[in-house]
């Protein structure tokens, strides 16, 4: 069996327990008391009357007389109506205490008790109460004076019962009180008990519900600074944070769903798309088919082929073998054919610096004396003759040195020194050099070389380059107060120089034959003072120096200029 | 759950032994009382020729004052009454005690010592003996000897008289042929006081400006009579005598007598 009680049953049941102990202890000790104060009330009564009693008996005689002794306590009895019974006892000829006189007359003879007996002796008065039921008597044993000596004893029986009636009628009505107050008490506090920690828990319990059905708005009001204050408050915390969270766990899961949803979405389309696949699929499959059997057709049809490759292949391999073997012939006969070429060109180099050597030999010792003998000539006729020798031995010369110079730029075999050189400078040099052919063609000349420009190349070749184009601009510009502007730019390591003329200009037809062995671009003139190698002196330097020339023109009679490239040098390494 | 059930058990029984030891009975029983109760009746012998203590009435039922005392006993063993008239003789009272005629008599017995060696009596129910009446204002005669030379009225040739004559002068004692002039005559101013019987005084003084001086003092103490030995009955009959109800009894049956 199971009894569930309540909180409020239980502490009543408690407070009931307690209280009724505390009661019925209060209303024990009440009735004790009282029952103290009534035995002392009756003794003091007793002890009156039996003062009055001993009183009244003032001779020996007066004992002897039983009649009137009789009439005495039955009167005395009779007057206090609370007297129950008076025995008088007196010592018989053994000195023992018998009783003599008894309202009683059962009791008369009979021998006196204990008390008597102690009383008899020491004077004491004995109280002696007896509750038998409902009837409550107190029996006073007295001893009994006569001329200030104990002669005997009485003894009083007082009856109580009134008295008790009355303790039983205040005992009554204090319980009825009690339990008046008792249920007043329960009551209040069962109130109390309500309003203080029932109500509350019941809040509680409600507020709980109502959480636990989801209304977390629920709020407990308890305004009380005691430990249930103190509940309700981390109560209403723990419900906020639960609110917050939910509310957290409702965006989550309303993210969540709406993802779920996209994923359903496209999970959906993935299968409509997967379907169409599947159909094409299914389409492309049939086709497949096809193709296969077409494959496997061709498939054969290839293998047949590659038997016909294979026998094909072996004609390809024999004819292989045969090429390689023409191949290798022709090889042997190239090599041969480019060792005669080289021996021709040698001998050719040979012989030219053979027959440059053989040429300019003899007309060194003409180029020397024949200026002499001009100038002894006197004859004017001879003297002009002398001149128009002089002249054509001075181009003979220039023909010779021209064509030995090309002649060992071509030979592979002629070495360059390179240095980093200072472009400013070099050119500063030549026009130093040159100065009285500038003076004399009244030509100005300008520098636009900035300092800071090296190039890597031969000193001496590079002097050569630059008097060929110098003298090349000063012959062609003819009209007086002639310029010759010279220009460099230093762009990724390569730098272009250009010299530029204000002089005659050239077609397009000349600007492409310029730099050809022995071009000259006024054909109709066949002047002694230029062998037509001056600028193909100049390509054949700037190619072996790995560079490039060219010329630019605005037309006839709006100057040329020459471009060339070197490779650029360091400013260290200039010397 | 078994021990809250021990515990409410716990309570109960504490509560039932405290209220219980309020009420314990005593169950021991007298026989001569068992006897009476399981009869059902208490036979009371009386001699019906004492009124108003016991007498016929109109219908021949014995009525009295002391028939009404025994009633009360009656009820107090919570038994019927059956009365038994019997002719006073203290000899005839003993033999019906003594071979269960009757349990009590009531008869205006008179304790006596001599009675008291044939009888058990009970404590005195009534004191019959001589009482002086005087005007409530009186504050002057409180003993008999107070009488001295005072005017005291009385029956003439009863034992009042022949008390009065102890205590004061022959010529100042009024004998009247009853006490109702003697109360006039009281009341007038014209006599100090009267002496009478206790049972008549209390009828003389009832609803008037008179008051009974004391107890009586000579002493007629009535007893009822048990047979000897009956000492619960005894004190059954002592308790109704105590608790008061002979004195209220006095008041219904000592009224005026003519």
Known sequence: MKINFSLSIKLTLLVLLISAVVIFSITYINVTEETKFFENAYAEKATALTQAFNANILSRSQLEDKSNLLTYITKYIYRNPEILEIDINLPDNQGKLTTVVSSNSDSVGNSASNYHHSSYETGNVYRIPIHNGDS??????????????????????????????????????????????????????????????????????DATKMIGKGNLDARIKIDSRDELGKLASAFNNMTDDLKQSRAEIEKYSKTLEKQVSERTKELEESKEELKLKVEALEENKAAMLNIMLDLKKTISDLEEAKKHINIQNVELKAAHE??????????????????????LLRQKDEFIGQLGHDLKNPLTPLVGLLPMLEEKEKDPKTKEHLGVIIRNVEYMRDLVIKTLQLARLNSPRTAFDIHDINLQEEFNNVFENQQILLKNNNIVVENNIREDIFVKADKLRLEELISNLLANAVKYTVDAKGKIIVDADKKNGIVTISVSDTGIGMTEDQLGRIFD?????????????????????????????????WAESLGKGKGSTIYFTLNGGDEKDKE | MDKKIIFLAGICIFLLVSFSGCTQQENEMDPTIKRIQDAGVLKVGTS???EPLEYLDENDNIVGYDIDIAAEIADELDVSLYVINIPFNMTDFTNALNNGEVDIVISAITITPERSEQVLFSNAYLNAGQVIIVNKTNQDIIFPEDLKNKTVGVQSGTTSEEEALKYTNSTLIIGYDNYMMARDDLLAGLIDAIIIDYPAGVGLTKNTDLKIVGDPFTDELYGIALKKGEQALKIKIDTVIASGKPRELENEWFGITD
Request: glycine residues 6%; contains cysteine.
């Open chain 1, 136 to 205: 409550h008597s107190l029996t006073i044993v007295t001893p009994l004076y006569l001329s200030g000596k104990i002669v005997g004893t009485y003894d009083m029986v007082f009856s109580m019962n009134k008295a008790y009636l009355t303790l039983d009628d205040q005992m009554r009505n204090l319980i009825i009180l009690s339990t008046i107050g008792l249920f007043l008490l329960v009551i209040n506090f069962l109130y109390a008990l309500r309003r203080i920690i029932v109500k509350p828990i019941t809040t509680f319990v």
């Open chain 1, 322 to 343: 045969k090429l390689f073997l023409l191949n290798k012939d022709l090889e042997s006969k190239v090599k041969e054919r480019t060792a005669e070429v080289e021996n």
């Open chain 1, 517 to 549: 062995e022995f071009y000259k671009a006024d054909g109709s003139r066949h002047e002694m003072d230029s062998s037509g190698l001056g600028l193909t002196i100049c390509k054949r330097i700037v190619e072996r120096h790995g560079g490039r020339i």
């Open chain 2, 48 to 50: 019906a020729d004492y």
